[in-house]
């Protein structure tokens, strides 16, 4: 089983972008469906149900467009700051095909070319029915016309766009990091096309040094294909998100397509258990909230999925050997 995830970066990016156009977002971000700590990888139905907020009347299309121009080399993890350090700017394409798992899987890049042009065909897991199809395309699209000006300091992006629908709300679409762009469109075909002696000038961001370290870092931090179709990690995957109201074994079972009974006992031959793992995820999320923030004890628990403070204190307690004071204390 292959689940579709996003880095939580884009997420509170997208959340941050849309605050600032003035979106109202509450139901959003108390739907239960919201991760209880937005880190690290989430799944996509979670990107999906914030660009659905953050669209409104706007088209998705151009609401991708616009939100790719806003991300940088730095909205783009250890991945941006490997591209940053390439030689050239091929090079970067290249490390981001490579490592884009690290990134989400929803996505796949694949760079193609000759002596004259080089082709970034953008390859989507999403369907055209899909929320947030059109979306993530744009969005990458617009990201690199972005992240060229970072990389070239101030030069502008000079490209043909193919995108297989119609064109005329984007061509329209007044920014300056758009001036050198192309549209043009074609069925089934999503992809960035530049000439070929743009992408051998030299970056003046090079570091090979720096390079190679952070390419260390991807390698470490891109999926493994056994990860994805490990149960414990799963369930762990599924719980992080669910931690205010956790489904039942056996609904849990039915979301990784297996039984109450087999979920059982791959966890069981794991050395663990459901409960563990709920309790390993709340330990982990309260500690997080005690230490980063300033909530009180009655808006953690509720967080957390309990209605009584008191029995989640003497959990915690139970579980740490700490009381919920002296992990506060620690941290400052």
């Known amino acids: 089983m292959t689940s579709l995830y996003v880095s939580a970066d884009y997420v509170s990016t997208l959340l941050e972008h849309a605050e600032k156009k003035g979106l109202a977002l509450d139901n959003v971000l ?8 937005l880190t690290g990888l989430v799944p996509w139905p979670v990107m999906a149900a914030v660009i659905h907020a953050c669209i409104g009347q706007q088209d998705e299309a151009l609401a991708g467009l616009e939100f790719g ?5 730095t909205h783009h993890g250890l991945l941006g700051y490997a591209a940053r350090s390439a030689h ?6 290249l490390l981001d095909e490579k490592y884009l798992a690290t990134r989400t899987n929803a996505m796949r890049f694949r760079v193609m070319g000759d002596k004259n042009n080089i082709t970034l065909h953008l390859e989507s897991v999403l369907t055209p029915e899909m929320m947030g199809w059109r979306f993530l395309h744009l969005a990458i699209l617009g990201s690199m016309a972005r992240m060229c000006r970072d990389l070239f300091h101030r030069q502008f992006l000079t490209a043909t766009f193919t995108i297989p629908f119609a064109v005329d709300s984007l061509t329209s679409y007044n920014d ?7 549209w043009r469109t074609e069925p089934k075909v999503f992809s960035m096309t530049v000439a070929a002696s743009m992408l051998s000038a ?25 990860t994805l179709n490990d149960i414990v990690a799963m369930v762990r995957h599924l719980l992080r998100h669910q931690l205010v109201e956790p489904p039942h074994v056996s609904q849990l079972g039915r979301q990784l397509n297996l039984s109450e009974r087999t979920l059982k006992r791959h966890l069981q031959q794991a050395g ?8 390993d995820l709340r330990v982990q999320a ?4 005690l230490q980063t923030t300033n909530w009180s004890i009655d808006k953690i628990a509720s967080r957390l999925g309990y209605d009584s403070p008191s029995t989640f204190k003497n959990l915690f307690r139970r579980w740490t050997g700490k009381t919920l004071g002296e992990v506060r204390t620690s941290s400052k």
Request: glycine share 6%; with cysteine; net charge negative.
């Open 30 to 37: 108390t739907a239960d469906t919201m991760p209880t700590v």
């Open 272 to 279: 663990t258990s459901y409960r563990e793992i709920l309790r």
């Open 69 to 73: 121009l806003t991300l940088g080399i």
């Open 202 to 226: 030299i970056l003046p961001t090079g570091d090979a040094t720096l390079k190679q370290l952070l390419i260390g870092q991807c390698e470490a931090a891109m999926p493994a294909a056994h």
């Open 176 to 182: 300056e990091l758009l001036a050198g762009i192309h």
């Open 286 to 289: 309260a500690t997080h909230y």
């Open 88 to 93: 050239t700017p091929l090079e970067a394409l």
